[in-house]
């Protein structure tokens, strides 16, 4: 590397920090003259995770935790010092919101799939119909699909439809926000694509890879941290504010190749110079700054959900809420503007004071985006109508806060992993030392994200080391 090596990371959300951070952890290892800038358009750093503090509780405007085993999110926690802060989810039962009921999902059902006969057998959820026709993936015979199938068609496939809409799609289109017949099964859970050609049974798969039950309370899968994830953001912030640049309220305009080198252009009219470029923004950024290159088209024809969520504050008194759980997902498209519920105060008891609950609804998916759009007033009417049907709501809430998230859920679509896989490659040719990283391209999680900005920085060290030896 030379005196005049300069990385410009290109959003500050987890990925653009996790790339920073690792870009300069490196160079400091080293010994590396290595300068960093971070641009992130917005006000804040932090992207999607935002944490507010209101009269004792603790609010995730955005995702509220990651799992346990993305190891990468926990590793990047231990490097900034927030290993002890970090706190496991309470578990309890789960319910599906199907009609004007609340069921629990049977004992045993591992991402909707079954594992325990007995409590799926007397689950009211399915029809004796329904539990039939899931009953026939103990026989189904493997398919041969070449190439990539939708999440939708591979489950269908395999236990039937009822199930499928009763169990799995709201599940998973919960952590997506997708049409699962349209969302790409080698891009989310390519490892069941795996199991079933290893056991041919879905049901007899998750079986063999169901943990054993250890003695006393289940412990939860997922992490958050105790003062919020924003906490995350404030010290990666920190310790990139020692040696590094950070431009927030700064929009890049345009990247430019010059020679071996990179004009980064921006919106206030100033230029960067830079011998790598991390394009950690949203795909239709990245797609735009690149608009030049035809490669990119793809990127830019990706279509993103617009969904909100709401926090709703209550005192005990006001809520019956006696279900020993820690909140429900809604199976039954149309008749409900939620599509899921937490019970926040349940889940992560140290979010909320003594004698308070705190619950956080979710509106929007594919084709039904309208409500997200409408005022603050009429979405929390219509999440508290919904809610009012199957828990007793004496009171308003003390307090609501709407976020919404607008085109900020990448939809993966069949043939995503091949059509990343091309413009990553296609962009390493034209541009090398410019990368693409971040939920839009190979997976939507904290975790996914920042292993994806670490990979960034690997990537644009390596890049950085060749071009001092061909130099």
Not at 49 to 55: G, K, P
Request: proline share 4%; charged share 25%.
């Amino acid at each position: 590397m030379s005196e005049n090596d300069h990385a410009v990371v290109i959003g500050g959300g987890i990925t653009g920090l996790s790339a920073a951070f690792y870009l300069q952890k490196e160079a400091e290892k080293k010994n590396l003259p290595l300068m960093i800038s971070l641009v992130e358009a917005g006000e804040k750093l932090g992207g999607k995770i935002q944490t507010i503090s209101h009269n004792g509780f603790l609010i995730e405007k955005g995702p509220d935790s990651f799992l346990k085993r993305k190891t990468s999110a926990v590793d990047l926690i231990k490097e900034v010092g927030l290993e002890k802060e970090l706190v496991t989810n309470e578990t309890g039962q789960a319910y599906i919101l199907k009609g004007s009921e609340l069921y629990p999902i049977p004992e045993g059902a591992m991402m909707g799939i079954p594992t325990k006969m007995k409590p799926f057998v007397h689950s009211r959820l399915l029809s004796v119909k329904g539990k039939a026709r899931a009953a026939c993936d103990l026989v189904i015979p493997r398919a041969e699909v070449n190439g990539d199938q939708s999440v939708g068609s591979f489950f269908r496939r395999r236990l039937g439809n009822e199930l499928v809409d009763s169990f799995i799609e709201p599940l998973l289109s919960g952590i997506y926000a997708s049409d699962i017949d349209e969302l790409s099964l080698t891009a989310t859970f390519p490892h069941f694509q795996q199991l079933e050609k290893k056991h041919r049974s879905l049901i007899l798969a998750m079986q063999h890879s169901r943990p054993s039950k250890q003695a006393g309370k289940d412990k939860g899968q997922f992490f958050t941290l105790k003062r919020g994830l924003f906490s995350l953001v404030e010290a990666l912030e920190e310790q990139l504010l020692k040696t590094q640049q950070i431009l927030v309220n700064t929009a890049a305009a345009s990247i430019q190749k010059e020679g071996k080198q990179y004009n980064v252009h921006l919106e206030n009219g100033k230029k960067l110079r830079a011998d790598a470029v991390v394009m950690a923004s949203p795909h239709h950024v990245s797609g735009n700054l690149l608009n030049q290159y035809d490669f990119m088209r793809n990127i830019k024809k990706m279509k993103a959900a617009t969904v909100a969520n709401v926090a709703l504050g209550f005192s005990e008194s006001d809520v019956t809420l006696d279900q020993d759980g820690t909140g429900f997902i809604v199976a039954s498209k149309g008749e409900y503007n939620i599509t899921a519920c937490t019970w926040t105060h349940k889940k992560w008891p140290h979010t909320t004071p003594e004698g308070k609950v705190l619950m956080r609804c979710f509106v929007g998916r594919p084709g039904e985006e309208e409500i997200v759009q409408q005022s603050d007033k009429k979405i929390v009417e219509a999440v508290l109508k919904d809610l009012k049907k199957v828990i007793p709501i004496r009171k308003s809430p003390a307090f609501y806060y709407v976020t919404r998230w607008n085109e900020a859920m990448p939809q993966y679509s069949v043939g995503h992993q091949n059509m990343v896989a091309d413009v990553k490659e296609k962009l390493k040719e034209e541009m090398p030392g410019v990368v693409l990283a971040g939920s839009s391209y190979n997976g939507i999680g904290i975790g996914d994200c920042s292993a994806q900005g670490k990979q960034a920085a690997e990537y644009v060290l390596e890049h950085l080391k060749q071009k001092k030896l061909f130099h």
